[in-house]
């Protein structure tokens, strides 16, 4: 169980500072120990502004990625990694990111570089609040894969990368992690169209090595690239089956739609810890402590607060660092009067 009824938390992403995105377009300009400072800097930066909040829980902000899981690709043995985007021009989305050609065995000898993540923000974060660090599942990394002659589905290519994420997990554990979120928006993304006991398994299968010997969690996303979404946005085709992971907490994202299916989180809540969306990434009206206060009550009328979390719908990456550090303040004090309404502080 989670060490407080109405724990403040985060999926793991932030905004990168200005700063590192330019400088990031002009790494040939800086030396090894000028990236290192870059990296180390970035992610105090978003230490800064999570503690800043209040949250109980922070991570490193992703600041050293791309995106949430593209840079993991580069720690993949068996890839080419020139990925032509079949579209260049026109409104961003998904299909601007190409696939990489799988050109021999799927490994990841050298493992995902999440442990890495992790000691360098156990390395930097102050004493209190929680630290989380998350990885990418297999399913949702397979889809930026060309299936091949080796590998003729994207079933095939996940099964591949379910002991790459395996070992991760185990690696990060061992490291003294104590909170993980297996990241697998893919499966929540296309459970509509897929076999969602299938997706269960596969999950339960990754991260059965870690069970017990930490938090786990996972985040049922429907996509945030340039805040537009992938698959149609609704819970009920995951359940019963998603009810299935062993995961301590699910996290589903109810602010952007505006709270469809909350009965979803009673369901949840009735076998585990539920983690509800209550900030709206993809928008930029900044909720007021009175706007999350009244959308904690609402979710207590269909989970214990010992059972709830609060966090913002999705990874804040895409959402402006101004806006995300207000965001993540006004949630904090909301939640605290909520709190303070039920007396548990």
Not at 119 to 134: I, Q
Not at 199 to 219: E, M, Q, W, Y
Not at 259 to 284: C, H, T
Not at 290 to 299: H, I, P, T
Request: proline residues 7%; charged residues 30%.
């Amino acid at each position: 169980m989670k060490e407080r009824p109405l724990r403040t938390t985060v999926i793991g992403s932030y905004p990168l500072p200005g700063w590192l995105e330019f400088a990031c377009a002009h790494l040939d300009q800086f030396g090894q120990a000028d990236r290192a400072e870059l990296r180390d800097d970035a992610v105090i930066a978003a230490i800064h502004d999570q503690v800043a909040a209040g949250l109980d829980v922070i991570t490193d902000g992703e600041q050293t990625r791309l995106d949430f899981n593209l840079s993991f690709y580069g720690h993949l043995d068996g890839l080419d990694l020139e990925a032509s985007p079949p579209r260049r021009f026109g409104p961003p989305a998904h299909d601007q990111r190409g696939k990489h050609r799988v050109t021999g065995k799927l490994g990841g000898a050298r493992g995902l570089g999440v442990v890495e993540e992790f000691k360098r923000l156990e390395r930097l974060a102050p004493a209190g609040p929680a630290l989380k660090a998350s990885v990418p599942g297999p399913y949702t990394l397979s889809g930026r894969l060309e299936p091949n002659e080796n590998y003729p589905d994207r079933y095939a290519l996940t099964e591949a990368l379910v002991p790459v994420v395996r070992r991760e997990l185990s690696d990060l554990a061992g490291a003294g992690c104590r909170e993980i979120t297996v990241d697998e928006p893919s499966m929540s993304c296309y459970a509509h169209r897929e076999d969602p006991a299938r997706l269960a398994d596969i999950f339960n299968r990754t991260v059965a090595p870690v069970v017990g010997k930490c938090r786990l969690s996972t985040h049922l996303c429907f996509g945030n690239y340039k805040g537009r979404a992938v698959g149609p946005r609704i819970y009920r085709p995951m359940f019963p089956a998603f009810l299935d992971l062993t995961v301590d907490e699910i996290h589903v994202e109810m602010a952007s739609r505006e709270f469809a299916e909350l009965e979803i989180i009673g369901e949840i809540a009735a076998r585990r810890d539920v983690a509800v969306g209550i900030i709206d990434v993809k928008s930029y009206y900044i909720e007021t402590p009175q706007d999350v206060a009244e959308r904690v009550r609402r979710c207590l009328k269909w989970a214990p607060a010992e059972r709830l979390s609060l966090a913002p719908d999705c990874g804040l990456s895409q959402t402006a660092r101004w806006a995300a550090r207000q965001k993540l303040k006004n949630m904090v004090e909301g939640v605290n009067v909520v709190r303070g309404e039920l007396k548990l502080d």
